[in-house]
């Protein structure tokens, strides 16, 4: 059988994701974190998921350093491989990540399969947490705590480092989920399916350059 490609990997798992995720959800392709890489797909809701894929053309070399940046951020992470990498991924693969497989069966039809389910992240930081935001969504949460007088002029990690040492994880997040799935612009992951969805790079600078697609669904 053909080798599972890095786009059929990616469709079979954003339409899992996407009809997994709930309904106010925001489903992001290439989600980068800061200067730490970028991981496959994320799902922003009332919890940060995130899925990293390895297609038969991959290799697992870089997913050591992939874990520890991505669980920083993310409170669940899932590596969804195919079949090739199976064996290995289970006996590397942390703890808290959950694994799935993708495979091809004999009619060429590829199928998600869950191994097992990803548990909470115990290693997030939340500063590079805060920094997924822009500068403007920054001080709007700050404004939000009464927090950002002396700092208008702040850069963006200055601020970010504000909002850290002001929350705790779970208020975070919530700031942080709320401020991304409520960015406008975005299309549909559902159009996915219906015959293409244009990618929008967001304008902002080169430490957070993602391509989005929000979530519609009603």
């Given amino acids: 059988m053909p080798p599972v490609t890095e786009l059929e990997i990616r469709e079979t798992v954003r339409r899992e994701v996407s009809s997994r995720a709930p309904l106010k959800s925001l489903i992001v392709d290439e989600f980068v974190i800061g200067e730490l890489g970028r991981i496959d797909i994320a799902a922003i809701g009332d919890h940060l998921v995130g899925y990293e894929l390895k297609s038969d053309l991959d290799t697992l070399a870089r997913l050591p350093r992939q874990m520890d940046a991505f669980g ?3 409170d669940y992470c899932t590596l969804v491989v195919t079949t090739r990498h199976l ?4 006996r590397v693969l942390k703890r808290s990540w959950g694994l799935a497989v993708v495979e091809r069966s004999e009619n060429d039809t590829l ?4 191994v097992r389910k990803a548990a909470p992240s115990r290693r997030q930081d939340r500063v590079v947490l805060a920094e997924l935001l822009w500068r403007d969504e920054l001080l709007r949460a700050l404004d939000g705590l009464n927090a950002s007088r002396g700092f208008r002029r702040a850069t963006r990690p200055e601020l970010a480092k504000r909002l850290a040492s002001l929350t705790e994880r779970e208020q975070l997040r919530e700031i942080v989920s709320a ?8 299309r549909d992951a559902k159009a996915l399916d219906e015959g293409g969805v244009k990618l929008q790079h967001a304008n902002v600078s080169s430490r957070f350059l993602a391509r989005r697609i929000v979530s519609q669904r009603r």
Avoid at 111 to 114: A, F, K, P
């Fill in 72 to 74: 920083k951020v993310f």
């Fill in 87 to 90: 064996a290995k991924a289970r």
């Fill in 111 to 114: 199928s998600y399969r869950e």
């Fill in 179 to 186: 401020a991304i799935t409520e960015r406008q612009g975005w």
